[in-house]
């Protein structure tokens, strides 16, 4: 099963909620490990969300509201109904969408590939004057760098383990991309065409607690998100969608001719662009979401 990893739209809802309803840079209450790992990255990708344009925000009191934002943006993850509460305390809620859509900077050719247990795919090739293949320490399998009409760089290498989950996936990635070395040995690179929509389980952020400006207590009751990934011969498409919702006045605890590289196994991907201190997106592709997308927008 694929796996993604998209963290800055998370960071993007809550700055949001901080905006409108808590306070801004407001300090947040643990309950949990990933709530832990979250919470030491959250301040420095608070300080990058201003380097992401195509992250947009929206803060409400009512679900509906945050619910129609998503389903205007084509996600399927719905809030459920705020509670209604004596005032002064309220229920709220922020929804946060990433759309990138890079072109590579040569486009492609439609092809097909061939996985070892003899599986036919649609796929794309792409000619070495778009790709760079290195070798990292530890990693048996190249890992190619793509580039793209901008600075952003996508990366693409082969990986079998499927036990990473969230902060695990960028750690990896970022490993990957550090200490490597350049390798000639490949003409281009083949890789399959994705289609990828799936809900992301972030539930591990319920239940994470701030105080509010008005020194009320708040804490995080739902916490959902949904991610997609396309990839063609033209480039690649990233969509995130996260919606939150909390709660105010909670009362919880606080020289052979080159050949082509082909990736015909599951394979790990990652967006990186300067100024950002961890990659935009993360994921680890599956078989089931090896389909053709027809179009990236």
């Keep these: 099963m694929s796996k993604t990893a998209c963290m800055y739209p998370i960071v993007s809802a809550i700055m949001k909620a901080e905006k409108e309803f808590l306070g801004e ?39 509906e509201e945050l619910n129609a934002v998503l389903k205007t943006g084509g996600f399927d993850i719905q809030l459920q109904p705020f509670p209604v ?103 281009g690179l083949v890789f399959p065409f994705v289609d990828l929509d799936q809900r992301v389980d972030i539930s591990w952020l319920k239940g994470m607690q701030t105080i509010d400006s008005e020194n009320f207590p708040n804490e995080i009751t739902q916490a959902l998100q949904q991610t997609k990934l396309k990839l063609n011969e033209f480039g690649a498409k990233v969509e995130s969608a996260v919606a939150i919702a909390g709660v105010k006045g909670y009362t919880a605890s606080i020289s052979t001719p080159k050949l082509p590289h082909i990736i015909n196994k599951p394979f790990l991907i990652w967006m990186r662009r300067p100024g950002l201190s961890q990659p935009l997106f993360v994921g680890h592709i599956t078989k089931e979401d090896w389909k053709d997308p027809h179009s990236i927008g």
Excluded: C
Excluded at 34 to 61: G, Y
């Design 85 to 187: 509460l004596a005032p002064p305390l309220y229920a709220w809620g922020a929804v946060s969408i990433l759309n990138v859509v890079s072109k590579w900077k040569v486009r492609g050719k439609k092809t097909t590939l061939r996985t070892p247990e003899r599986e036919v795919f649609t796929a794309a090739h792409l000619k070495e004057d778009t790709v760079m293949f290195f070798m990292a320490e530890g990693h048996k399998h190249p890992i190619a760098r793509i580039s793209t009409g901008t600075e952003d760089l996508f990366f693409m290498t082969m990986f079998e383990k499927d036990s990473l989950e969230h902060f695990d996936l960028i750690v990896e990635a970022e490993k990957l991309t550090k200490k490597i070395s350049h390798s000639y040995e490949f003409s």
């Design 25 to 63: 840079h407001r300090t947040w209450l643990t309950t949990n490990s990933m709530q832990d790992r979250f919470t030491r990255v959250f301040i420095p990708l608070r300080n990058e969300i201003e380097r992401i344009p195509e992250i947009r925000s929206w803060a409400a009191k009512n679900a």
